[in-house]
């Protein structure tokens, strides 16, 4: 079993910065073995939006992120980021921090998720 924890979300103002954590824990995890660590959001709603992934060799942004978020992860730690520059109030959503075994856009590929932090962009 994988355990995800994510943090770091809050209230920031349009064009301010968050940067968000997701610790991963378990006795399977490491980046590798579970193949592909995303992000997605949701908004009141919405279904959930694809944001990110990090792979062993690639990431992928979703267009409306691209140049303005980036992810990283820290193996040693069993942390994957999200680091959020630019922000805008569209950016307001719960993120979810997911593992799974292969990259992918669609959440349903997804067997691992966290309990969501809230980001709020105020305009």
């Known amino acids: 079993q994988v355990r995800l924890v994510e943090s770091g979300g809050g209230l920031v103002q349009a064009g301010g910065s968050l940067r968000l954590s997701c610790a991963a824990s378990g006795r399977t995890f490491n980046r590798f073995a579970m193949g592909c660590m995303g992000w997605f959001r949701q908004a009141p709603g919405k279904e959930h939006e694809f944001v990110s992934f990090?792979?062993?060799?690639?990431?992928r942004f979703a267009d409306s992120v691209k140049g303005r978020f980036t992810i990283f992860t820290d193996n040693i730690k069993s942390t994957v980021y999200l680091q959020m520059y630019s922000l805008k109030p569209e950016d307001t959503a719960v993120y979810y921090c997911?593992?799974?075994?292969?990259?992918?856009?669609?959440?349903?590929?997804?067997?691992?998720w966290g309990q969501g932090t809230q980001v709020t962009v105020s305009s």
């Open positions: 997911a593992a799974g075994p292969t990259s992918s856009l669609e959440a349903s590929a997804y067997d691992y």
């Open positions: 990090i792979t062993w060799n690639s990431t």
